[in-house]
Structure formats: structure tokens, C-alpha cells
């Protein structure tokens, strides 16, 4: 056992297990925050995908370890920004989410790629939705989405 | 305000209804619900594909851990299905690497780990079989009389297709989670068919109707993979619940969901074509051969499907139909989007370009002579009775793509690219008189004393879109607001058995209903009171169907569509790229275009990768694929930029005119981009997927 504290969602957490505790496993189970979902467990589909430290990574291949010291923002605390109801809108409209599983991961790389680049190319956006599976959409629309929101709004991005 | 523009047309996309709960994570999927006091239960699964089991030897099980199996079963070891012959619990033969023999139960995954690490399970092994060699089920047909036009023909054409595994690949996996209520259970879990799994636990735990209550939670997709399989779950959930009275959750990984869930038929199918003096297909024999895995289940449905699209879009007039579902020591296969169309379809569009080239014909002339027209024989000697608009949707397909320069400039100067283009359609419900006979289709709304309108049905939102739609009509029908209706996920205590979310008739036939319903709700609307009215499916009096024979009209109606795929075929590593695709769809009238574009896109990228990129195989009964890293899905960088056309031919029994969907947008990709990875490669490509190691091998033939 080990005592880690990091910064989720702009809250300081500390919390005793054991440093290879899988970090999607705290996040769901200790802490209650299942926006972030188990696809395949291997960091292939990005369902569970998280921030830390502004960097994009797959929570269910992260060791709770890992995140000591850092700073944590999932879908629940991204969903309290301007940035968020701009992509919500924009997901909407776009009629980019079916069944939804894939959608708080796919909302968190389309911030990865905006925060990076408020004016992505199509081709730019699909590479940077390529480490996270759909099987719904055929990603089209979620590409459109992402187009549409990188338009809206006062350069939020 | 999208009350005014439906007025103007149901068309019109709106805002889904469970959109912003999904985006923002708020969707409560069954992994993420948790009960007080829940244990987790984890499956022994075999690790031989044949033999019996001769002796189990568990470790101590320590205090508050359980094992629960066969032994345990109140009521039938057996999954009630269409054919039920599933086992719930494997008793002493195993059939399958992978089949369950027992839950171990218990407060920690880590300690239920061990002990399933330390239980020893000694078999005799039998030998496996596997391939295309006992028939388990039969079925056959026929049209006109085959051998007088063998006997006529001037020319005989024969051709083998095989097509490989598909997984569903959903990306929620499996799961269920329940609790002890009276003398039953509660089970909520990701699934299709709420009234299955109901069925199914009422005869294992052998208890009346009210004891087992089922209720969907938020469903991470389902393609057919959440039709009939979480009954198996459900019911070694519920022998556990009733054996140890503690709510139980049961989630699959991925990696277990892989290796024992049901996927597509892999099929062997023989075609063989009597052409005439004229250059006219007289005749066509066929086989279907299908590997249906250990247990037959849904198999022999599939099978039917598969073989009633035999000529597809086209009309023949003398068939012989055959087909069998072959027992083989793997997992046993099941339902998924298409539902033995998807097989016959790339057949029957591979012979018929093939037929016309070996001819020396225009593949595309040779297609439309044989294209059907409204009024002719089906396959089954029903009638093609609504009006038919493929001529009209070919010319758009055509035109938007610009197919025929391409055709020619591809054919003609060998550039790695190539341009297919497969025409097909989908028979919408259940196959024959399975509506009226099996599922019996029953809906059920309910306006309160605010006027609001609830829908109580056991449709399935897995993504879909059903919730907006079937809202939609609902609505539309009693002209109120879509926010003055609601429809929460189906609880089996409220709603009445509408049938199974499946074979693209919750639209056509559920919202057929809900129509009818809401007219009636109309004529008796009475504001501030509260009024119930119900529907019951009736078929339509003009369909006949034998089904002893298989003779008549397989399906009320059909769905129709036309796909155009153009590819880049890499000369060195011969992976396929795609470049474009364009379809053209006749769905009767879509309810909304915004949802039914997101089911195009969808199931394009399903069907186009069912022909040259998803593998999955088996050794010696152990599926190799493992998890979604070795099998491959379409990523965002993989699928093309689409340019999808409706076309409205209202089907005067749909609501609004609408037909069916979901399964249309995936049957006819596998052909399309066959078709033209054969023109980028000059190789005639009679197995999918086509994958590069597939090209090389046909390449190293020649």
C-alpha cells in the first residue's frame, strides 16, 4: 500500500492502495467516476482516455503510481467547461454519438486535438481520433462534429 | 420549434434524445451501476473443444466465496432460444474450448482469481471436428423447375465462395448485474431482448412470469452480439442469485468477450448458373453451407436468411436452394447485423460480375437484365408487390460517382485502383410468419393526467436512435411536442413484449405499431385524463408463407440499396486504401435523416471491413484473435469520407412509410469493395476479407 495524492478535476485526492493499482480501477471503483469506461483493458480503444497533465493517456493501462503528483481531469471535470458545451452542441448536431460508450473518450481526444491545433484538417482530426474505436458511427460524424466545433464560438479554442 | 419542421417533413433530423447523457458521461451502462452489498461472479470455462469431464476438484473456497453450476439449476439446463440446445451450465460433456461449467462468486475479483486458478478439471478428450461435415440442421427450396433448364443450357457456370468470422466487436463487452426480489430476480444488463432473457430465466429457475423481472441498462452496442447470448449470462446469473441471495455482477473482459461470445457464420457457398443461348441466367443452384459452432441456437434462422437472398436484386426463374448448419467443437455463432444476408450477398454479386465476364458481357448490362422489377416471383414465389426504385437509385449511384468512366478508365490501364459496386436488399422483420406466429408484437401507450405521453414497448436504444425516432412518431402522430412523450429503457414489469430488438423491424413494425397506437390515442384523447391503448401485430392478409415449404413472401417488405467503393490496392504491400464510397438507399421513408445517415456511415464501415480487413480465425477450436489489438477494426483513418443518398418509396404499412435500416446499411459492402479490389488487382476474388496475405497468395498462384 501506498499513500498517492494527485489533482482530479481541480480537487486534491489522496488515497492509500497499491501503487499498481490499474487507474481506470480508482477512478471507477474507489472514487465513483464511471464517465470514463472499459472498452478492452489494453489501451487499444480509448473509451477509458483521461488527461494527465494536459497529456492524453488510456487510464486502464496507467498505474495508479504513475499519477502521483499530477494533475487529472476527466470527462466530469471537463464537462464543466465552455469548451465541453461547445463539443456537446457540436456532437449533437453532428449526430455524433450512437450508443455512447466511446463518446466521453472520443470527447476527450477531440479537446486533445483542438487544444493542439484550433484549426485541424480532416486529416488531422481522423489521426487524431485514431487511437480510439468507434463501431457505431464509422467515425464520419464524429470527424464533422469536431470540424464544426473547431469553428464555434469566440476562438475558444 | 421542431414541432413546426415536422410538420413540413419527420425527416428533419433532431437532437437525439439520450445525447447530451451519453456525451457526458453521464449514461449509466450496467458495468457502471453498482448495488449495496454486490459480489462479482467469474466463469470456468473449458479449455478443451471435445471431451467429457471426468472429475472437478475444487480448492477450499473460503468463507462468503461460492461455486455454482449445473447441479444448482432449478428448472432446464438449457438457454431457451429458437432452438434451444444451448446448455446454461456444461454438465459432463464439453462442446467448446471456452464453454462454462461454473460461477465462482465473491466479494473480490483477486481472491475469486486464485481460487479459479487452483480448481483442476481432468477430461477425456474426444476428437474435435471441425469444417463443413455434420449437419445439424437442413432446410432447402425451389423456384420453376431447375433441371429442365440444366438440361437447356447452353452454357454451366459454377463458383465456391467462403467467407470468413465477423466479431461484433461492440465496444461495451458483455454484462449483466442482479439481485434477489421475491422468490426470483432482477437483472439488468446490456442486451436486445428484454422478453429473451426474461423467457429464458423464467425456465431455468422454472418460475412463473412474475418472478424474473428484466431491465436494460444503457447498451454500448449491440450488432446482434446482445440478441441471444446475454440469455446464457442471465441465466447463470439468476441460478446464482437464487443459490446465494446477493446482488451479483457479471461483466465480461474483452478478452473473455472475444473468445466466447457468439460472431458471424463463417460460410462455404456453392453457386451454379444454367445460362442460356441468349446470355440469360435460366437457372441457379446453390449451397449454403454454414459453421454454426458447438450448439445450434439461432443457426438454422440464420441459415434461412442467408438462403432467401439467394438472387439478391435479381430475378431468376428456376432455383434449387440448399443449406445446411454444420456442428463443429468452437463457439457456437449467432445473430449479427445482416443475419446470413452478408454471406450470400458477396456470393451472389461475385457470380453474377463473374458470369457476366467470363461471358464476355458488360458486367453492368448483364446486372440490369437481370435486375428485378415490381411484380415478379421472389425466390420463394411471393410477389415483389410495392414499387421498386433501383433503376432510379443505380442511375444516382452511378452518376454521383461517376462509375462508369471510372469502370472504363480502371478496367483499361492497370493503376492499383479499382471501383466496385454491388446492388442488394433487405427483407425487413422476421422471416415469414415469424411476426405473427413467434414474437406476436405488442405495444402499449399511456398518456397521463399532464398529457403526457409514455411509450411502453421493449425496444432497444443501442445506439440506433429508436428513443428519438419511435418518439418521433409517437408525436407526430398526435401532433404534441416530442418533450410532452417519453421512453425509458424497457423494465419488463411495465412494458409489453414487442418482440426482440432485431432484423431491422423495431421501426417497421414496433413503430408500425406505436402509430396505429397513437391514432387510436387520438380518437380518444381526452386532456387531463389518463387513457391506455394497445396494438397487436396482425400480418398483413395478402402475405403467405409456408414455412414447411418456404414457399411465398419471405418478408412484407424490403429495403433496398445500391454501394459504389473505390480503392487503392498498394502493388507492394498490397493493403487496400479506401478512396471513396457512395450509396443510395430506399428505406421507405426515413424518420430521421440525421440518425438514419449515422446507421449508413455505421454499418458501412461494418460491412466494407467485413470484405477485406476484420480477421478472425481459429486453431484447433481456440479463436486466435485475443483482443482489439489483434483484431482489427476500422479507426477513423480507415473508413472514407461517405456521400450517402436516401431516396423516399413510402411503404404505405411503415410509419410515416418507413421500412427497415439497421442491417441494410452493412449487407452489401463486402461485395462492393471485393468487386473492386478485383479490378485494382486483376485477381478474381472469391474469399473474404481480402485481406494483403489473401492478395499475395492469389497473386503467388498465378
Redesign the interface.
Known sequence: MNEITFTLNGKKVTLSARGDTRFLDIL?KEL?L?????????G??G?CAVFVDDRLVNSCILPLAAVSGSKVL???GY?QTKR?EI??TA?????A????????GM?MAAQNILSQNAHPS?EE???G???????????????KAIRRASKSGDGPW | MWVSRMRKDISSGIDNVEGREKISGRAQYTSDIRLEGQLYAKTVRATIAHGLIKQIKLPEIPDGYHTVDYTDIPGDNVVNMIESDWPVFAETTVNHIGEPIMLVVGEDKEVINAIIDRIEIRYEPREPEFGFNTSIAKLNFKKGKTKEAFKKADRIIEETYETGYQEQAYIEPQAFIGYPEDEGCTLIGSIQCPYYVKKAVMRTLDVHENAVRVIQAYVGGGFGGKEEFPSLMACQLAVAIKKIGRPIKLVYEREEDMEVTTKRHPAKITMTAAIDAGGKITAIKSHVGLDGGAYLGLSKVVLSRGMLAVTNAYTVANLTVSGDVYKTHTVPNGAFRGFGAPQMIFAIEMFIHHIARSLGEDPFKFRMDHLVRQGDLTATGGVFRDPIIMRDMIAKATDISNYHDKYREYSEKQSNRGIGMSWFLHGCGFTGSGEQDIIKAEVRLKKDTRDIVHILTAAVDMGQGPKTTLKKVVAGVLDIPVENVTFANPDTRYVPDSGPTVASRTMMIVGGLLARAAKKMKSQWVGGQEVVVSEKYAQPDYVKWDQETMQGDAYPAYSWGVNVVEVEVSPITYETRLKNVWTVYDLGKAIDERIVRGQMDGGQAQGLAYGYMEVMNHETGKISQKNLTDYIIPTAVDVAESHNHIMDNPYPLGPYGAKGVGELTLVGGAPAVALAIEQATGQKINRIPATPESLMELMQDE
Open positions: 471507477r465513483g464511471t464517465g470514463p469506461k472499459e472498452g478492452c483493458g489494453e487499444e480503444c473509451a476527466t470527462i466530469e464537462r465541453y463539443l456537446e456532437f449533437l448536431k453532428e449526430g454519438t450512437q450508443c455512447g460508450i466511446c463518446t466521453p470527447i480532416e482530426i481522423r489521426e481520433l485514431s487511437g480510439n474505436l468507434c463501431r457505431c458511427t464509422g467515425y464520419n460524424m464524429i470527424v
